[in-house]
């Protein structure tokens, strides 16, 4: 069974999948941060909106979560991610993102990304 923070977690992952924007957005706080280190730092739903279809990728990416795991407010998920690139080919990579719960909705989330070549 799934805590209400870990719930959230799985339908923002899961609008990902879909391309939904509004069930991602429904899961964050207005105040959203979102940051990938050495790439950027969002502040907002609409910055956040902008970056949910990066104009570098097509098509839906393949959103895998391997483990969850949650202490207070935070909860941390780990897993793989597979998208196609717009220039040519797919990009392969695992991901550990931080996710930090206020009021049941993301308020922050820090993405580590790493790319697996093959």
Not at 43 to 49: N, V
Not at 51 to 60: L, P, Q, S, T
Request: aromatic share 8%; with cysteine; hydrophobic share 40%.
């Amino acid at each position: 069974m799934l805590s209400a923070n870990k719930q959230i977690v799985q339908k923002f992952m899961d609008g990902f999948n879909k391309s939904d924007h509004a069930q991602i957005l429904s899961c964050l706080t207005d105040d959203i941060e979102w940051i990938i280190p050495g790439a950027f730092h969002h502040r907002g739903k609409e910055a956040f909106d902008k970056e949910i279809e990066n104009e570098a990728f097509v098509g839906r990416p393949i959103v895998a979560v391997d483990r969850m795991i949650e202490e207070n407010d935070i909860v941390v998920a780990e897993g793989s991610v597979r998208c196609q690139r717009r220039a040519s080919g797919w990009m392969n990579g695992v991901f550990c993102d931080v996710f930090v719960m206020r009021d049941g909705l993301i308020k922050k989330l820090t993405s580590y990304l790493a790319e697996i070549k093959e």
